[in-house]
């Protein structure tokens, strides 16, 4: 059931856990967990329609502008996140400011961007922009962020809610990462802060504090790690991490390096952290592309490649995934983005391939309807299902599953690998070209690939990085039954229709 429910659209997890999130402020202020002087429920209520509503609004008007098809969604998600971070109000000048902000956080995908991708996270865009408006205008009396969201009232529900899209995205180890450096700044801070005014703080009390009274878990889940402005690789995803824990926390870390910090900067730091990662993301050339459908080709069984042509270079290691966006209309629960691995390799045409079963989503309709002319983007590229520089490799996969092995295979045939895939009764896609890309392949049945079958076959199991590939009960048998046995095991999940 959770592998299953993992297949959601991601969008659609964050909105989910932003809305419960929702509903468990209104419960803090019900249980008088939440000032009642500040949160009264009408104006909780008119702050979240206005943003919400105008970040709507304004994705769809900016998309009939511009001819495109926004991602309400996304507009959604931008409205809910700017709920958590502005006091709320029911002073007809503060709402007109917040249907702005939540205009100017849309307006960004458009004019921070380059080649139809945003830079920087629309929502650190847009209060930086309305901070910027407020000052050209000579106004001083317009809202300024709280992230009051950083409140011990909702901390459970907002790590419970974070955990949920960590579970997701795939990428808890970076929030540790960011956790664990921005926390340990804000204690040591706190310390010291304590100290100077003769208050008597334990390590403990600083903890507690750092976590209740910053919003370090909200931000490092909810807007950190959202893959349209975070790196592809790795490395420089831990880099934008830990670069945005001290841009987030800067008065804590500009005074301990001597470093006098602007008001400007100081004051919306955690937006600027953002901008940080966008900007790092996009000088380690994070890729987006509109592609043009050239063909269509019947594989096996219910398997489909589809060759791209490129308007512009996608650069992708061969191993990671593209995302594709396809608009459509009426999208079911899995959106209109998905996740393929390229079985071309860089510089030549962008081939995917991908099962058609039945029932199909509206995504796989909407794939399987389109000609050749017909447009589509990668919105990013993401993934570590990578070799490594050097050493023996084992490939085991299944299925549709074995499409990274091909531009692995294709990019380095010098290397020694072992390739084991498994053969379903409906065949198996690109099974000649393998044999065609590697000397050592074994084909077996699906039910005959097991653990020891694997171990018959590669005696030098240990010395090799294993790649699993393939559906999620499948991988998840095979990298079970190969634990400690290979030097180390890579995963790719392929999540079907």
Do not use: N
């Given at each position: 059931m959770w592998l299953k429910a993992k297949s959601l659209?991601?969008?659609?997890?964050?909105?989910?856990?932003?809305?419960?999130?929702?509903?468990?402020?209104?419960?803090?202020?019900?249980?008088?967990?939440?000032?009642?002087?500040?949160?009264?429920?009408?104006?909780?209520?008119?702050?979240?329609?206005?943003?919400?509503?105008?970040?709507?609004g304004a994705s769809w008007m900016l998309g009939r502008l511009f001819s495109s098809q926004p991602s309400l969604e996304s507009a959604a998600i931008t409205g809910l996140i700017l709920w958590f971070l502005y006091w709320p109000s029911l002073e007809p000048i503060t709402l007109g400011w917040f249907a702005g902000i939540a205009a100017l956080a849309q307006i960004s995908k458009y004019l921070i961007a380059w080649r139809g991708r945003h830079i920087v996270n629309p929502v650190a865009a847009g209060v930086l922009l309305s901070v910027a408006v407020g000052a050209g205008l000579g106004v001083e009396d317009f809202p300024r962020t709280s992230w009051w969201v950083a409140s011990e009232a909702i901390f459970w529900p907002v790590l419970l809610a974070t955990t949920v899209v960590l579970w997701r995205t795939g990428r808890a180890q970076l929030w540790l990462y960011f956790l664990a450096a921005a926390g340990t700044w804000t204690v040591m801070a706190l310390i010291d802060i304590s100290t100077l005014v003769g208050i008597d703080i334990t390590v403990f009390d600083a903890i507690q504090l750092a976590f209740f009274a910053y919003p370090i878990v909200f931000f490092a889940g909810f807007m950190l790690t959202e893959p349209l402005t975070l790196p592809s690789r790795n490395l420089p995803q831990v880099v934008a991490v830990f670069v945005a824990a001290a841009v987030a926390t800067i008065g804590s870390v500009g005074g301990y390096i001597g470093f006098e910090v602007p008001g400007s900067i100081l004051d919306s730091a955690w937006e600027w952290a953002l901008v940080a990662t966008g900007v790092i993301a996009f000088a380690t050339r994070q890729s987006s592309a509109v592609v043009v459908l050239r063909e269509r080709l019947a594989i096996e069984g219910d398997a489909i490649a589809y060759r791209w042509e490129l308007k512009r270079p996608i650069t992708f290691t061969p191993g990671q995934y593209v995302e594709l966006d396809i608009a459509h209309s009426k999208p079911d629960r899995r959106g209109r983005r998905r996740a393929f691995s390229p079985v071309s390799v860089p510089g030549e045409p962008l081939e995917i391939a991908t099962r058609h079963p039945e029932p199909a989503s509206s995504y796989k309709r909407a794939l399987a309807s389109m000609q050749p002319g017909d447009?589509?983007?990668?919105?990013?590229?993401?993934?570590?299902?990578v070799w490594p520089k050097r050493g023996p490799i084992l490939l085991i996969g299944a299925g549709i599953g074995v499409t990274p092995f091909l531009s692995q295979l294709a990019q380095e045939p010098e290397r020694d690998v072992v390739v084991?895939?498994?053969?379903?009764?409906?065949?198996?896609?690109?099974?000649?070209?393998?044999?065609?890309?590697?000397?050592?392949?074994h084909a077996l049945p699906i039910d005959e690939l097991t653990v020891d079958t694997i171990r018959e076959l590669v005696p030098d199991l240990a010395t090799r990085n294993a790649f699993i590939s393939g559906r999620p009960d499948f991988v998840a048998e095979i990298s079970a039954g190969l634990h400690r046995k290979a030097k180390k095991i890579h995963t790719d999940y392929f999540w079907g229709s």
């Open positions: 659209s991601l969008p659609r997890v964050v909105i989910g856990a932003l809305l419960a999130l929702v509903v468990s402020a209104f419960i803090a202020r019900a249980l008088g967990g939440l000032d009642a002087d500040v949160f009264a429920p009408t104006a909780m209520l008119a702050t979240l329609a206005v943003l919400v509503g105008a970040s709507l447009r589509a983007r990668v919105t990013s590229v993401h993934g570590g299902f084991i895939v498994g053969v379903r009764e409906e065949g198996l896609p690109y099974l000649e070209r393998l044999r065609e890309l590697a000397p050592d392949v």
